[in-house]
């Protein structure tokens, strides 16, 4: 799949001018020097840092994640959950990447790791590239499994031959891709059954392909005009 690097570059070049327009206005007002003062290249190192980190958490986390922190004064725990809840809807309005990264960080619970789903394909939706990047950087295991997962279920809307890729090129066998792999060969079925025939056959043996020959038996019997006989494993 193409993921494209450009927006590395154009970082890269925000990076170097934040940094430089930052160490200007600092020798526009010396300040008296002290031992322990850092070097010309220290601070260097700490302006860019500090732009990295903006860039990568987002100037929007602490406005919200104060207001998330205020509600701890609210009189019951049912107002302060939909409160927070409330917040938290309008935070991913503005900027979904940051109410995901929040929730990652702070979030606890099933309610919380729903949301955390919901804002991460908000995420996709604006910035495809952004959050597949986010997604390949994670460690091996289910969060990531699902992050391509729904990755993968945004892409089969405009492309399911793209999206049934993705399951083979960047998801580990497991429930999560099995799951997301039978709503690809189901969505693409209802569009071109014979293509989505085709792939799965495709499938290694194994339940996993057994269970999408039989999802594409279903649909064959549901339109059997368009082919002439159910598929055999």
């Known amino acids: ?124 939706a604006r910035d495809f590239t952004a959050a597949f990047d986010h997604a390949e950087r994670q460690p091996t295991g289910a969060p990531r499994e699902e992050l391509f997962g729904a990755l993968a279920l945004l892409v089969v809307r405009a492309n399911p031959a793209e999206a049934a890729a993705m399951t083979e090129q960047d998801m580990r066998p497991g429930p999560v891709r099995t799951e997301t792999a039978i709503s690809i060969l189901h969505q693409w079925a209802l569009a071109d059954l014979e293509r989505a025939a085709s792939w799965a056959t495709t499938f290694p043996e194994g339940p996993e392909r057994e269970r999408a020959l039989r999802e594409i038996d279903g649909l064959v019997a549901s339109f059997p005009i368009q082919t002439s006989a159910p598929l055999k494993p």
Request: charged share 20%.
């Open 1 to 124: 799949m193409l993921k494209p690097r450009s927006a590395v570059l154009v970082i890269g070049s925000v990076l170097v001018a934040s940094a430089a327009w930052t160490l200007r206005d600092s020798a526009r007002a010396p300040v008296p020097q002290k031992a322990s003062e850092p070097s010309p290249a220290s601070r260097q190192n700490q302006t860019i840092s500090v732009v990295q980190t903006a860039m990568t958490e987002s100037a929007e986390i602490p406005v919200f994640a104060k207001a998330i922190e205020e509600l701890g004064e609210m009189p019951t725990t049912e107002d302060r959950q939909a409160a927070r809840t409330n917040t938290l809807s309008a935070w991913a309005e503005t900027d979904p990447r940051a109410a995901f990264l929040y929730l990652t960080r702070h979030g606890s619970g099933q309610a919380d790791t729903y949301l955390s789903h919901v804002y991460f394909r908000q995420w996709a």
